[in-house]
Nanobody, 128 residues
Framework: QVQLQESGPDLVKPSQTLSLTCTVSGGSITISYYYWSWIRQPPGKGLEWMGALAYEGSNYYSPSLKSRTSISRDTSKNQFSLQLSSVTPEDTAVYYC????????????????????WGQGTQVTVSS
């Protein structure tokens, strides 16, 4: 059973970079055809898919966040990480990491509802 756990600071100052790490257990992040994503939920709003990392290392980003988002991985630790730059209070949210095994390379999951495996989520507040 794949399990995910987010870690990182719970408070970030405006204009700084938000950095979170997701540790995956129960399966390697490099196994075909897994995709690994970051998804967030601002207070009072719905889930927002931010971006994905494919098993072979390719990245996919939400157009609205692409200029500020970077997702990377450390295969030796079976982890993947999120960096969101130039944060504002509007980036305050519960941040989730999630995973999905798809049946073929033709399918890239770019919506939160497509993901089967979820971390418990971590609250990040952007405030001075």
């Amino acid at each position: 059973q794949v399990q995910l756990q987010e870690s990182g600071p719970d408070l970030v100052k405006p204009s700084q970079t938000l950095s979170l790490t997701c540790t995956v257990s129960g399966g390697s992040i490099t196994i075909s055809y897994y995709y690994w994503s970051w998804i967030r939920q601002p207070p009072g709003k719905g889930l927002e898919w931010m971006g994905a990392l494919a098993y072979e290392g390719s990245n996919y980003y939400s157009p609205s966040l692409k200029s500020r988002t970077s997702i990377s991985r450390d295969t030796s630790k079976n982890q993947f990480s999120l960096q969101l730059s130039s944060v504002t209070p509007e980036d305050t949210a519960v941040y989730y990491c999630a995973g999905r095994l798809v049946p073929s390379t033709a399918w890239v999951p770019v919506a939160s509802q497509e993901y089967d495996y979820w971390g418990q989520g971590t609250q990040v507040t952007v405030s001075s």
